[in-house]
């Protein structure tokens, strides 16, 4: 997509004023990264793992609290240590500083500071219009910030659940995803369509829905999945960026996660699968908070003597084809594991993109570890079960790999 | 209208007042630090007591705008308080009254409920009688001969558009179409009291406002053909028409969903101040959707310049208003919504021209939503799909095209005043009817847009997996090239 590398270009040179300290380095160091993409738009190659300096970064922890290596591996500033959902709070401001026209749209996203504190304290800085409490109807406030993007603005719309959304769909699918091409391109749609979902401690069926199986389909639509704070600003800051409409998929249980992240500015790329831990004998493809049960199941594989590959895929639609073909090449074994039900999820569509694309790479059938396709249960040991849990995914890659 | 209309200035020694009040009333509210968002049980973070006991009990029609006295937000809204509160209260509170979050409320002891209906329905705004003859005691601006013209000869060129383009479809040569029979003075008159940066946010029966603010007939034939000039690059069916430059907004199919658009790009006015409203179409049938509820709902709460128009034209398909709601029409609604509203003569251009005309003052000035409901009648099919004589006697359809046609009574309006006349008329007709089967003959020979448009603007740059796709189809049609139509370049 040249035109998002080409916005980020000019990204920089904004952002030049904010941090006037450290972004000459950065600065230099993303137009470097960028100048090596631009020349060709299709191939992503390891020089995009170069925004951000993230390239040799290896989580060898479940959960990111050991921040120790994140800060070796980053620009020479030591950053600052954020919590999950503050990542994406700074992200937010910082775009809604740089641009006026960003605003934010949702239910008790203002005074309240969202359910989940991803807005606190943005209403008393940018004032209760753009950062706007709404009444509860999904689909009106959701078709709200089509037409204030139509019109001009970059809402960033907040579902306080993502089943919320579902009352929404018929605005995301219908108009978001199609007024820019139904209108010859006349009307753009870039709006940031984000909340929380994935299943967590007990929320009930309702509150445990994982929106991006339904939403994978629906064309004109970008979908991305955060799941440390470093990429959970990166991503919101892209998607606001992105003229296309984005949704972002924040997970209910990750908003606490601590991390350090650079002072100065970064931006992710949006259609990029993220490089977890390099390895040899098997590719592991994951998202999301299953990223962290994929690491668990890494460190228990290392001991028994496999070397797996991980691979947050972080973009849901479009895939990062690219960077899952060349694990794939390498390894020859996909397992991907995922919390969406077992039909039509996400695994469900990997499977088929990887299947159609790299079939001769294969050594195995591909493995998809998903939940069941059942109403997430309320009681905690159901709840459990029906989770994907590290020793099953070390016993699927010890049968894969045999 | 009264009701959501206080000044800023009143508003701010209101807030100066209450703070005072506040300060002598400390044992009354156990934090000082009040945030009176009453409507809402969740409260700030900041501030700890449970809410519901600390407030209401002392604060009389206090909403979130009085804020900025405490939390230096800003104040940007009028509140809807009632008089009488303009009076803090300094004893305790009547026992006739209740002080409940929102407004103060009087009790009364009769067990009565409202009735479902009022015996007299809301009165029609007009300022033309049946013959055209304006009433003499009629509200209502004077227009020049200049605009009375333009908006008769938009009228009529509507009307000649919709019969020609409806013929079209009807011998095969466009796939689709829906006419806006009976309603073009709806369409032209409420399109002349706005401004050319007005955003307008249709349904599907008001290309009259894009002809109005001066799409050709050229540009309506290059759609309905899906030819390669068409700014919709051929996506749309037919009639869904849309232009940027003319601020009209890509007709979407979907019934109803353009309105929360329209609040939408109210508030995008609003947050950057400018000096024109937005206006969305719909119909009758369009106010029973989830979508123009909560759309009102929030317009009337987010205070944003948008006028409703709603064309109520007596059915929506096959289903006749009596069988949509129960209310008297659409216009009680809007009471319900706090949101100032009118009900006009849908067949008056003149009607329109003046209710559209101070609503968009209105909205602008006081920065507020406002509905208006525009009687009419469907006097033409739903669409080119539809045989609406299945549902509805061909009298009824008879008479509205008689003497409440709405071209006809304009016309009788301005050829009283001496700038019409029968000559005017015969060759107007006959030059637009030429024009328009002109536009159709262009548009029917130019090329269909090229394959490339079919994967281009789905984002604003392909990504690969809709690269792929398109070198896969342009590979199928080039090998079995007898198997696709012709007139579609590669």
């Given at each position: 997509m040249a035109t998002i590398f080409q916005r980020i270009g000019a990204a920089t040179s904004l952002s030049y004023s904010i941090d006037t300290k450290t972004s000459r380095r950065s600065l230099s160091e993303r137009k470097a990264s960028f100048v090596v993409v631009r020349s060709d738009a299709t191939k992503i190659n390891t020089g995009l793992n170069r925004i951000g300096g993230r390239v040799d970064h290896l989580i060898t922890n479940a959960v990111a609290t050991k921040a120790d290596t994140l800060a070796a591996s980053t620009a020479s500033k030591p950053g600052h240590e954020v919590l999950l959902f503050e990542a994406l709070k700074e992200g937010l401001e910082e775009e809604m500083e740089r641009d006026a026209r960003v605003c934010v749209m949702g239910e008790d996203v203002g005074h309240y500071g969202g359910s989940y504190k991803v807005t606190k304290g943005l209403a008393p800085k940018f004032g209760d219009l753009r950062v706007l409490d709404t009444p509860i109807a999904e689909n009106s406030f959701t078709g709200m910030g089509i037409g204030a993007a139509m019109t001009g603005l970059r809402p960033v719309i907040e579902g306080m659940n993502m089943g919320f959304l579902l009352l929404a769909f018929n605005q995301i699918s219908n108009n978001c995803g199609m007024l820019h091409y139904t209108s010859g391109g006349q009307f753009k749609i870039p709006v940031v369509i984000r909340g929380p979902g994935g299943v967590g401690r007990q929320l009930g069926a309702e509150h445990s829905q994982r929106l991006e199986s339904y939403f994978q389909?629906?064309?004109?639509i970008q979908m991305v999945a955060c799941s440390t704070p470093y990429n959970a600003k990166g991503l919101m800051k892209a998607a606001i960026r992105s003229d296309n409409p984005v949704i972002l998929f924040e997970h209910v249980l990750l908003y606490n996660l601590k991390e350090t992240i650079p002072d100065e500015e970064y931006v992710l790329n949006l259609e990029e699968a993220e490089m977890v831990r390099p390895g040899q004998h098997v590719t592991i493809l994951t998202y999301s908070r299953m990223r962290y049960h994929v690491m668990q199941a890494a460190k228990t594989l290392v001991n028994k003597g496999y070397d797996p590959e991980v691979i947050d895929i972080r973009s849901l639609k479009p895939f990062d084809l690219h960077t899952i073909g060349n694990s794939v090449k390498k390894t020859h074994r996909v397992l991907i594991v995922e919390e969406c039900m077992r039909t039509g999820g996400i695994g469900a569509s990997l499977t088929a993109a990887i299947n159609e694309n790299f079939q001769d790479y294969l050594d195995a059938p591909i493995v998809c570890l998903s939940s069941q396709d059942v109403p997430t249960p309320y009681a905690g040991t159901l709840e459990e079960w029906t989770v994907v849990q590290p020793p099953q995914i070390v016993a699927a890659v010890e049968q894969l790999c045999q | 209208m009264a009701s959501s209309c206080l000044s800023k200035s009143k508003n701010f020694i209101y807030n100066l007042k209450f703070k005072l009040y506040l300060l002598n009333r400390t044992s009354a509210v156990t934090n000082p630090l009040f945030h009176p968002h009453l409507r809402h049980t969740i409260s700030s973070p900041s501030s700890s007591p449970v809410r519901k006991h600390a407030s209401y009990s002392r604060v009389n029609g206090f909403d979130r705008w009085f804020e900025p006295a405490f939390v230096g937000r800003r104040s940007h809204s009028t509140t809807s308080v009632s008089?009488?509160?303009?009076?803090?209260?300094?004893?305790?509170?009547?026992?006739?009254?209740l002080d409940f979050p929102g407004g103060k409320v009087k009790f009364t002891q009769k067990l009565i409920f409202t009735s479902n209906s009022t015996e007299e329905r809301v009165h029609c705004y007009r300022v033309l009688d049946d013959n055209g003859q304006p009433f003499t005691d009629a509200e209502s601006l004077e227009i020049s001969k200049e605009l009375a013209v333009k908006m008769y000869t938009n009228m009529v060129t509507l009307e000649l558009m919709d019969t020609i383009f409806y013929e079209s479809q009807r011998q095969g040569r466009i796939s689709f179409y829906a006419t806006t029979t009976g309603e073009e003075a709806i369409n032209i008159a409420s399109a002349a009291a706005l401004n050319d940066n007005d955003f307008v946010f249709p349904q599907y029966r008001e290309p009259g406002v894009l002809l109005w603010r001066g799409f050709s007939l050229q540009e309506f034939a290059n759609q309905l053909f899906g030819n390669k000039y068409e700014y919709g690059k051929g996506r749309q069916m037919p009639v869904h028409y849309g232009s940027r430059k003319h601020n009209y907004i890509t007709v979407a199919s979907t019934v109803a969903t353009q309105i929360p658009h329209a609040v939408g790009a109210a508030y995008s006015l609003k947050m950057e101040k400018q000096d024109s409203c937005v206006i969305t179409y719909f119909g009758d049938g369009g106010t029973s959707t989830a979508d123009f509820h909560a759309a009102m709902n929030f317009a009337a709460v987010m205070e944003v310049p948008v006028i409703f128009f709603c064309r109520n034209n007596g059915w929506a398909i096959s289903t006749p208003v009596h069988e949509q709601f129960r209310s008297d029409g659409v216009v009680v609604k809007g009471k319900a919504y706090g949101v100032p509203s009118i009900r006009i003569d849908g067949n008056d251009a003149l009607a329109i021209y003046n209710a559209v005309h101070e609503a968009r003052k209105m909205a602008i000035k006081e920065q507020t939503p406002v509905l208006i409901e525009a009687l009419t009648y469907r006097a033409g099919h739903h669409t080119t799909s539809d045989d609406s004589t299945r549902y509805r006697s061909i009298d009824e359809i008879e008479k509205w095209r008689g003497d409440q046609n709405p071209i006809k009574r304009f016309r009788k309006w301005i050829e009283s005043r001496g700038w019409w006349n029968a000559v005017a008329e015969s060759e107007y007709r006959g030059s637009v009817r030429k024009q328009v089967a002109q536009a159709i003959q262009v548009a029917e020979r130019i090329e269909k847009p090229p394959v490339a448009d079919m994967f281009s603007d789905v984002y604003d740059a392909p990504p690969r997996n809709l690269n792929e796709q398109e070198v896969f189809v342009r590979k199928t049609v080039k090998k079995h090239r007898q198997d696709y139509p012709s007139d579609v370049p590669l």
């Open positions: 389909s629906i064309p004109g | 008089s009488d509160v303009s009076q803090l209260p300094v004893e305790p509170p009547s026992q006739q009254v």
